[in-house]
């Protein structure tokens, strides 16, 4: 019997994200695959915003009548938009589609980018979340990584950041950086954790195509010293009081970021700017659609329609599609979440997991099932399972 001989459950409309992209920065990092694109004279802030907010304007019909959840404006370099900008373009987001009225709203900054007056600033323009990529502390990382901040660039725009009230902060650490050993990874989490910042993101250096990386890569620590790097750092982020919640995610209790929850817990999002991408359930058709905006800014800024792809997550596809996102997380997978969020029976699902249940990858209650320490290890393999 296939799966779309089985009953099916009514899907539910999950929270509803917005990702909003800011796809310019001072230069390109030669480890960074996402788009963006080096500042090349002065930047199109006006003409971008109101992009922007076209772009959302075209899309209101799949938020089906829900408010904002959180919102999130990656890069790029977001803060290279002045918080006048930052500003207009929430409140016209607001204008648009309602708010929550416990709305998260993250942006990423680099410290390369920041000035000292600018923290305030973008919290009066309705930031409440700012993230901070760190990435080192240690200047010869920072170099090798191609960053445009030192470690005291690093260190002041961290405190500055922790010290303007915002309702949140991360800071972006990366491992197993070229010629890294235990000691140098181990004090970048020291340096992070003695600012006290609520929530870190703490993950490895991976070579992506497409990068500078790639066509030269640089000598990265073996995976006997990566594996050291990565128990050693999980011991100490949780006796520094910080909770694993997702693979590379930690915070302290109550902080942990809701956008990226909902992403993971296969969740709804809009997704406008340059090559944005967006997720969204429509349950009355029983369908769920991904959306890709035009990825380059010249084409997009000249564009009166933004939508440059949508494509259908077939119902084969939604138990894979749900599981690569849900199984990043320590949390156990609810059967109901999965029948609600994928509009499929919790039994299409049994026999990957009773061969991961019989290899110690996960356990199973009438309930959850919950990922086993062992199974946290291998995500991949126990995916393959439903391939």
């Known amino acids: 019997m296939s799966v779309n001989d089985l009953p099916h459950p009514q899907l539910e409309l999950p929270p509803l994200s917005l990702y909003i992209h800011i796809p310019w920065c001072v230069q390109k990092c030669p480890y960074c695959d996402f788009n963006s694109h080096g500042q090349q004279g002065e930047l199109p802030q006006q003409a971008y915003v109101e992009a922007l907010l076209e772009d959302l304007r075209q899309d209101i019909s799949l938020a089906q009548g829900r408010k904002l959840h959180s919102i999130f404006i990656g890069g790029g370099t977001p803060s290279l938009f002045d918080a006048k900008h930052i500003e207009q373009l929430l409140e016209g987001a607001r204008g648009l589609i309602p708010f929550s009225d416990d709305i998260e709203i993250t942006m990423e900054a680099n410290p390369g980018t920041l000035e000292h007056d600018d923290f305030s600033a973008y919290r009066a323009a309705g930031i409440s979340r700012l993230s901070i990529g760190i990435q080192s502390f240690a200047n010869d990382k920072l170099n090798l990584l191609g960053r445009i ?13 922790i010290q303007a009230e915002y309702r949140s902060v991360n800071l972006d650490l990366m491992h197993g950086l070229p010629n890294q050993n235990l000691e140098q990874a181990m004090a970048d989490i020291d340096t992070a954790a003695a600012l006290n910042p609520p929530h870190l993101s703490w993950y490895q250096l991976t ?57 993971w817990q296969f969740g709804d999002y809009l997704g406008i700017g340059c090559g944005a991408h967006g997720k969204i359930t429509l349950p009355t058709q029983n369908r769920i659609i991904r959306t890709v905006k035009i990825k380059h800014p010249k084409g997009y800024l000249s564009s009166n ?33 999965f029948e609600r969020r994928t509009g499929l029976p919790r039994n299409v699902l049994t026999e990957g997991m009773e061969q991961a249940k019989h290899r110690g990858l996960l356990t199973e209650s009438a309930e959850h099932w919950q990922l086993t320490p062992k199974g946290h290890m291998f995500v991949n393999e126990i995916l393959t399972q439903f391939c």
């Open 149 to 161: 901040h030192n470690q005291n660039e690093a260190h002041v725009a961290a405190q500055k950041a």
């Open 207 to 263: 070579i992506e195509p497409n990068t500078l990386f790639h066509s030269k890569p640089p000598q990265l620590p073996d995976d006997e010293a990566l594996w050291q790097i990565y128990q050693l750092g999980q011991q100490k982020l949780a006796a520094l009081g910080y909770e694993q919640y997702e693979i590379s995610a930690y915070a302290k209790p109550g902080y942990q970021c809701r956008h990226n929850l909902n992403y």
């Open 305 to 337: 329609t933004y939508l440059a792809e949508q494509t259908e997550v077939e119902i084969e596809e939604r138990a894979v599609e749900y599981l690569m996102n849900r199984l990043r997380l320590m949390t156990p997978i609810p059967k109901q979440e």
